[in-house]
């Protein structure tokens, strides 16, 4: 057996895992500062899946939690990767699909793939607590995990838990609350509008009361008076009595003029019905009226 | 599986499917209290304009006017009876008074020159009546 691990996670440095992490060394207390030592997992299990396929992922996805349920790994403590592998010297294209139990939250999968780039090398061997090990073997383009009891005595590649990176995330995600209060609030929500829709067309039922309205105010009022007073001359004569929502009341006069025309005369009628004065819109010339502005 | 694992599934998008679930919470919410504030429907609107009109229309006819409907909304009310102004003025008050809902737009008394008739025109607008 050869451990080739410094060899290829020296290679790993060179940027290979997109998306390394530097994970905490530290973590500060309160009122004392721990170091977050790396450290083998209890349980590691590496699976394959071939094709890039969104419906390949998924399967993955869901495959890897029955199978930690049905391994019985619980929940607690369980990180899970999955990374897309492409144009690997061995494998096809697909995804590596990593969980651990009780580990430091970190990843095996780039050592896994850099040693599987050799040909030669079919079985890589992780250390397990309490002196355990699984190894995750590589044939014909698949890799399968097993545990063992035993130290690895053929020639694998021992991954170390030093040259780990990459973090991992768990598995099992507790924290729900805000989408079990938003389904709660939905229900809640829909209940709501329920209940009211309900009052309001079953229980209540009831439309509502128009009442009538009267628009003759002051300011409409019609100016009978003014009118009253209003009488023809033979120089002056009333044309028309007018009333619009811009102008209000008002009067159309003609007018004879000293030179012999007849004028045409707008004469506004104010709010307490008296005249103002008159404003010549324009001639009247025999049977052509000439106005300006008089509608 | 059961649902706690399912929930499993959708881990990583929970934040994501709450964020509309909550957006819809409050649209939903929101209709309610409206609903609550306005416990009485609304009423039929276009029945008591159609009602309040030919009412109107009824009454400007005992009246001697005849009428005309440009547009739903308006009423146009013509008479060609000249002789009294100051009684024609006061059948006009009393047509503008007895017709709920309508306001006096327009109104022309006078030769046909100017009113487009020898005689009174008026028209009269539909207002929407205050409902509670």
């Known amino acids: 057996m050869t451990d080739t691990t ?122 397990l607590k309490k002196g355990r090990w699984s190894y995750i073997q590589q044939s014909n383009g698949y890799l399968e995990t097993y545990w063992s009891e035993f130290p690895p005595t053929d020639d694998g590649v021992i991954l170390s838990a030093e040259k780990k990176t990459v973090m991992m995330k768990p598995l099992f995600i507790e924290s729900y609350a805000l989408f079990y209060i938003s389904i709660m609030l939905l229900f809640a929500g829909g209940l709501s509008l329920g209940a009211a829709m309900l009052f309001k067309y079953v229980v209540y039922n009831e439309h509502q009361t128009m009442v009538n309205k009267t628009y003759y105010t002051a300011s409409k009022y019609l100016p009978i008076e003014t009118l009253r007073g209003e009488s023809s001359t033979e120089t002056e004569r009333l044309r028309s009595v007018r009333y619009s929502q811009g102008k209000g009341w008002h009067f159309i006069k003609e007018k004879l003029s000293d030179d012999g025309s007849m004028g045409q005369f707008y004469q506004k009628i104010g709010a307490n019905g008296e005249k103002e004065a008159l404003i010549q819109m324009g001639t009247i010339q025999t049977n052509n009226i000439t106005t300006e502005g008089s509608k | 599986m059961r649902f706690i694992d399912r929930l499993q599934l959708i881990a990583n998008d929970r934040i994501i499917i709450a964020g509309p679930l909550l957006v819809i919470s409050l649209m939903l919410f929101g209709a309610a209290w409206y609903e609550y504030q306005q416990p009485r429907h609304e009423p039929n609107y276009d029945q008591k304009r159609s009602k309040d009109i030919a009412q109107c229309i009824g009454f400007s006819k005992h009246k001697g006017f005849s009428s005309k409907r440009p547009n739903p909304h308006l009423l146009e009310l013509t008479s060609d009876k000249f002789d009294d102004p100051k009684f024609t003025f006061s059948t006009v008050e009393s047509i503008v008074l007895g017709c709920p809902n309508l306001d006096l737009k327009s109104f022309c008394l006078g030769v046909k020159e100017e009113c487009g008739i020898q005689g009174v025109k008026m028209v009269l607008g539909y207002e929407k009546p205050d409902a509670f």
């Open chain 1, 6 to 127: 410094d060899k290829k996670t020296s290679t790993l440095a060179g940027g290979r895992a997109g998306t390394a992490v530097k994970p905490k060394e530290k973590s500060k207390g309160l009122f004392f500062s721990k170091k977050k030592q790396k450290h083998p997992p209890e349980r590691v299990l590496l699976d394959y899946k071939q094709g890039h396929e969104k419906a390949i992922l998924e399967s993955a996805r869901a495959e890897q939690h029955a199978l930690v349920m049905n391994l019985g790994f619980g929940k607690e403590g369980v990180d899970s990767r999955i990374k897309k592998v492409s144009k690997h010297p061995v494998l096809e294209d697909g995804y590596v699909i990593e969980t651990q139990q009780y580990g430091d939250g970190t990843s095996y999968i780039e050592q896994a793939l850099s040693a599987f780039e050799d040909p030669a090398i079919r079985k890589v061997w992780i250390p």
